[in-house]
């Protein structure tokens, strides 16, 4: 392979209780190179990472990094040897500041003693070159996702790596900072440093990665140039199997039959809470998707949040099928027929020590049990229906959910709220850290249930899913619902210059 | 896929530390017997039976609350001064002391509802504080720690209350088919949380509580009524703990019963294996756990060993148990 | 953040200052309510005797920072005051070091159990707690260890030093240090880092095994200097001091606003904690000189179990109230 | 000398009490607030919480209220020297109730004023004493000591066992702590007679673990007073009437109404008497043959 490599893995292997999340599988990095790592949810891409770290210790194989075999059994050491890795979930302390967050385990010292200032500056310059500007002495838990995801990238840039090692980066970021992050990306090229880069999003990997190697099944199946290989070749390699689909559409969302969209369901009228949501307005009806575009921080979770009950709007009124409709907490908006799946699954979704059935039944275990008592036929057979129907990779209902990966994870909680057939589905980035394969697979169960009947609110990121899924789109900016498009209407173009400047017009189309 | 893998782990040698972290308990248990067979004098006897089993009653009743505390992630360290009130109640009541009761089995039957029930109601007041507030169970439960006594105190004066009622008495004298009333109580006990935790959806919801609340309050969990609940709970088993230790001993005072019965059920909860973290929990282990610690107690006392080094026994098995079970977690 | 209402931070403020606001109020009561309470006698037998509890609360303060907790930190001092009795003969300083030896010596088991043998730190220092009262009580053969009064030992914890007593001058530069550390060292903020996710901070490179490991050897080291404190202050070894004093410094530390999760944490903050219980005792004597509620000394649980109440749930207000537009990730 | 203590018609005094946890210590406190208020003096009352350390701090606030006097019952014999030496130097007067200090630390008459109680060794060969006698071939015997580490347990101990030890016909199977408590005392003395079931004597450091093993020999199918012979210390009310019912067979008094012989030394001081350096509180000793008559003096 190449001579000039900066690291080489070969004949990795790494068990879990048994299980193999590894086997043989190889990887190299040339110098200065971007490489693509890719593979379905499960495939063994954030082990190899892990364990290329020292998080994981390897069951066998060999790892050279920099001429040398690579012995290393902490992330510190990684670390010190020139790998800065940005995990797949935002790995980063919420409480202390973003300063501390950026510099923790580099800091400046003066006099022996931490220099603050500096720290500071240093933070500040950092994310400068992300465009991100935030006050850095303030805690990490009080910023949205995005810039969290972003001080975790920029910490990692901030030590001087021969290698960075980037774990989906972009799931949480919208394409005017995936555009900047690629921007850093080339720089750092530039400077002579690799970057292994893993991300679902195809169109990604063919802006930045020069090179690409595919997982399947804790395998290395296929490593090529980028430029060698188009997106068919890449996803049946990765799904092990010939596809023959078109690339007409980016998303699995066909054309819907507009005669299936039933009564206004849902509706929300100036809502707000301080600062985030200032003024939202929509409504969806039943069989509809409904999308929410707008950029980081637009408020569309925020949204979210108050109709499922969270927070409670300082303002504004809703109606849920017809009647008034004011949720004191999550359990009111439940039983009224709404189901949400949050955003972030880590802290708000899995239950990591239980079970996937445990998991799946979480919501409904009240409705499947008679005087309290839990009916467990019945319960198996809905789980075991939902890991088929879902395609969730795991060893069986029973496997603890915290073993499984990030995009199976995200299927179980899916299975969560489909298990309580609701009425309204509210789905917070719903394929955010999802493959290929299952995202389409989700995507088309989404219209399924829509077909059926169901009311969907789907708040993404992505704005084809947005703009192909949904038979509206509402666009916010700045915690204001600014337009709202139909199905004809929801150009790319459109979408994304509402999304920027908002339109004044469209307020007012909005709210009637 | 599915079925490979799951064949893949049962097919899989097995393995020593994973066999130990699930029966370590019972196999410290079982050396511990061993042993005294071995060396103790006296030791196979129903009576020992008996003895053990009457002594551990109270510990086990009280850690089957805080397994469910436990369970949802907190502590409850009031358990002590809640068993001091309820017996400071009880016998206030049946005795007349508070308003004259002709009928025994009347006064008797208040006596325990009143007592138990304030238990229960102190620990829901745990709970509100808990759930309400979101004060750290730690603190919160600190509160009554430390006033509980008092309260206790207070209403006794700290003088002991002596009585011969054998009505009541039962509850700690008394025998059903020749196994001690409080031994029966205990199985109960234990058998209802074991059957709520595993069975039901409450229990379901006070794990899922301890494994990840933000989950399973957007899940629709009543976060803040189950807390409420598991803590009144806590505050019942208590109760119910302080009416047997008084009833056995005819007598009751406020500046001593339940003393130090936080640190024992809770080091019977983690000798079970359960974790102090929350988000798992074992009955039938907390059972065990209690039982371990009474054994290596009696073992030492029958032995003769000297207090001081007793204690520092008592520590290293305490370490070594739950040492076990870790190796078994992390392999 | 992005909310920046007036009033927000005045009260965010409060939160964190509340503690302090809570002891000035206590010693006005105490000032305008009692002769001599501020008189110099008073107030250095106050420093004295509590600067165990200080030196105690300082360790319990890092550790519980770090997510953790040390419930072994009485019978540690009692097994250091009993040891520093045994080796006074030999001079004030070897005493000294044979008490601080003692207690590191448990912190450092302690770390053992917690980083290495991975138990959980209540279960870990649960039973160190048995352990090292056991030990105390056994080398102590059951009964106080008298002092030597000749090696100078005593003056470690009765003289004073520019009209202070030496153990509240210990206790101060104990405190200094650990503000120092804490605020401005890696180890300090990896302190936080570890309690605030320590998964993530394991992730970033950080040495979390040895933090924690440095954080129980020092309130065992602590714990081991109040433990010479008290031998000395009180002129011998006691093996069966120190019950409780674990909770008293949780709940001063908790009372300074600490979080027990761990990740957010306050040295100064603690110390007023320590002085506010610390003084809430004097103040009840006191009111037992006016006779008020000496007619049963149970009400004094009451009153303080009462306290602790009203300071935690003002507390919880505060803090709840200061933070209302962060959503708590 | 002690320091002087001014003639008065009341005075502000302190009682520094130890803890508050068992009958006999309520008692006490009873007497000493029941005296105060008899002669209208003011009682600054504290309560160390069984902490040594604690009550030294105690101590300390009476010193700065500017109490009169101090009674002191300290905890331990070494720890509250500090006190006893503060309390000179500010010029205040100490009584010690109960449990004496040091002597080699801190002198009656110097440091502070007397020392009024009754002697835990004493009590222990008191019991240990009359075994001998009435042993009547009970010889094996389970004691069940105090709180361990504190010194009535320690000196009860003593008092007995040194007894014991020259008389080589009676042997000391076992002896563990009940904690002065009722509860823990019955426990133990289960656990204890199902491991020695030959034994046949109980020796119990107080009336408490003495009620509790009474409980235990019951429980094992056993009489107390006939196969096994209950011995205790403190001869409260309870313990008393359990001698006449023939289920404690003896018990030495330890009598906590220290309050009208303490208020007496107080005054005999201010009025310049000579006051001995130990003032011992005669103490009953009851067994079958008196018990009946004396239950109503029983406090
Ligand atoms: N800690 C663990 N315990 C048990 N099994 C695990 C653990 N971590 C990962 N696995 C298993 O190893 C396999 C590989 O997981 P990994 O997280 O590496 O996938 P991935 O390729 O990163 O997927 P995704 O794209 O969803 O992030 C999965 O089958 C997963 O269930
Ligand atoms: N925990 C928080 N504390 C304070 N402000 C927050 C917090 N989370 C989000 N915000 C702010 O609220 C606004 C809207 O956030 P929200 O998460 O609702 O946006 P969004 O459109 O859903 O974006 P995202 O895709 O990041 O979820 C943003 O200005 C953001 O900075
Ligand atoms: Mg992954
Ligand atoms: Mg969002």
Known sequence: MNTDSLLSMTGIDKRFAGIPALAAASFSVGRGEVHALIGQNGAGKSTLIKVLTGYYRRDAGEVIFDGKP?????????????????????????????????????????????????????????????????????????????????????????????????????????????????????????????????????????????????????????????????????????????????????????????????????????????QIVRDVSFNVRSGEIAGFAGLLGAGRTETARLVFGIDRPRAGKMTFNGQEFD?????????????????????????????????????????????????????????????????????????????????????????????????????????RGIDVGAKGEIQALIKTLADQGLAVLMISSELEEVIEGADRVFVLREGVSVAQFGRDEATEDAVMSAMAHGSAPAIAEAAT | MTDTARQQRVSRPLDLFEFMARYGTLIALALLILFNFAFTRNFATMQTLNVNLTQVCTIVIVAVGMTLVIATGGIDLSVGSLMAISGALAPMIFLGKIVPIDNVALAVAAAMIIAIGVAGLFGLFNGWLIARFRIQPIVATLVLFIAGRGIAQVLTNGNLQTFRVPEFQWIGLGRLFGVPVQVVLMVLLVIAAAFVLKRTVFGRQIIAIGGNERAAELSGIAVAKVKLIVYAISGLCAGIAGLVVIAINSSSDANLVGMGME???????????????????????????????????????????????????????????????QQGRAA | MTENRPGTRLISLLGSYGVVLALLLLILFGWARYDYFLGLFNITSVLRYNSMFA???????????????????????????????????????????????????????????????????????????????????????????????????????????????????????????????LNFTSTGRGVLAIGGNEDATRLMGLPADRIKFLVYLASGGLAGLAGVILASQFGAGQPIEGVGWELFAIAAVVVGGTLLTGGVGSVGATLAGVLLLGILFNVLNFENGKGWISLSAYWQSVIRGLFLLVVVILQAKLSSRGSVAVRDH | AAPPLKKKDTYKVGFAQTESNNPWRLAQTASMQEEAKKRGWQLVYTDAASSAAKQVADVNSMIAQGVDLIFLAPREEKPLIPAIKAAKNAGIPVILLDRNVDASLAKAGEDYVTFIGSNFIEEGQRVADWLVKNANGKTTIIELEGTTGSSPANDRKKGFDDVIAKHPEFKIVASQTGDFARDKGRQVAE???????????????????????????EAAGKVPGKDILVLSIDGGKEAVQAVVDGKIAAVVECNPRFGPKAFDTAVAYANGEKIPEKIINPDQFYDASNAKDLLSTAY
Not at chain 1, 78 to 103: D, M
Not at chain 1, 359 to 382: H, T, V
């Open chain 1, 70 to 274: 690579f012995e290393v059994t902490s992330p510190q050491q990684a670390q010190a040897s020139g790998i800065s890795t940005i995990y797949q979930e935002i790995n980063l302390v919420p409480y202390r500041s973003i300063t501390e967050n950026i510099c923790l385990g580099r800091e400046a010292r003066r006099y022996g003693l931490l220099d603050w200032k500096c720290m500071h500056q240093e933070a500040e310059a950092l994310l400068q070159r992300f465009n991100v500007r935030a006050d850095v002495r303030r805690p990490l838990m009080e910023f949205n996702t995005a810039t969290q995801q972003m001080v975790a990238i920029a910490r990692a840039i901030g030590f001087s790596a021969k290698l960075v090692i980037m774990d989906e980066p972009t799931s949480s970021l919208d394409e005017r900072e995936v555009s900047v992050l690629f921007n850093v990306i080339r720089q750092l090229k530039q400077e002579g440093v690799s970057v292994v880069f893993v991300s679902h999003k195809l169109d990604e990997l063919y802006e930045v990665c020069d090179r690409v190697t595919i997982m399947r099944d804790g395998r290395t199946v296929r490593t090529a140039a980028m430029n060698e290989i188009d997106r068919i070749g890449l996803v049946s390699s990765m799904l092990g199997r010939t596809i023959d689909r078109a690339e007409g559409h980016a998303t699995a969302f066909s054309d819907r039959d507009e005669k299936k969209i039933g009564e206004v369901l849902l509706s929300a009228e100036s809502l707000a809470i301080g």
């Open chain 3, 55 to 181: 030196l105690v609360a300082l360790g319990m303060c890092f550790v519980i920072m770090t997510g953790g907790i040390d419930l072994s930190v009485g019978s540690t001092a009692a097994l250091g005051s009993v040891v520093a009795a045994l080796a006074s003969p030999q001079g004030p300083w070897i005493g000294l070091g044979a008490g601080l030896g003692a207690g590191l010596l448990v912190g450092f088991i302690n770390a053992i159990m917690v980083t290495r043998l991975k138990i959980m730190p209540f279960v870990a220092t649960l039973a160190m707690m048995l352990a090292a009262s056991g030990t105390a009580l056994l080398l102590a053969d059951n009964q106080s260890v008298s002092v030597s009064y000749e090696s100078g030992f005593t003056s470690i914890g009765q003289d004073n030093f520019l009209g202070f007593p030496i153990p509240a001058w210990i206790a101060l530069v104990a405190y200094v240090i650990g503000w120092i550390v």
């Open chain 2, 263 to 325: 640190l024992d059920a809770i080091a019977a909860v983690a000798v079970g294996g359960t974790l102090l973290s929350g988000g798992k929990a074992t009955i039938i282990g907390t059972l065990l756990g209690a039982m371990t610690i009474q054994l290596v107690r009696y073992t030492l006392l029958a032995n003769g060993v000297p207090d001081a080094a007793a204690l520092v026994v008592k520590a290293g098995i305490i370490v070594l148990a739950v040492w076990i079970q």
């Open chain 1, 327 to 431: 949720p004191h907490n999550p359990s009111d908006a439940i039983a009224a027929g709404m189901g949400f799946c949050t955003e972030d699954r880590k802290s708000e979704g899995i239950v990591p020590d239980m079970s996937v059935a445990e998991n799946m039944m979480l919501a409904l275990m009240p409705k499947l049990s008679k005087s309290g008592i839990i009916d467990e036929k019945a319960q198996r057979e809905i789980v075991e229906r939902f890991i088929r129907q879902l395609g969730i990779k795991c060893s069986g209902p029973d496997q603890k959910v915290r073993e499984l990966s990030g995009g199976n994870q995200q299927k179980v909680l899916l299975g969560r709220w489909l298990a309580m057939n609701p009425r309204l589905l509210i789905l917070d980035e719903p394929t």
């Open chain 4, 191 to 217: 656990t204890l007679l199902q491991a020695h079931p030959d034994a046949n004597v109980i020796y119990a450091h107080n009336d408490e673990m003495a009620m509790g093993a009474i409980s235990a020999i």
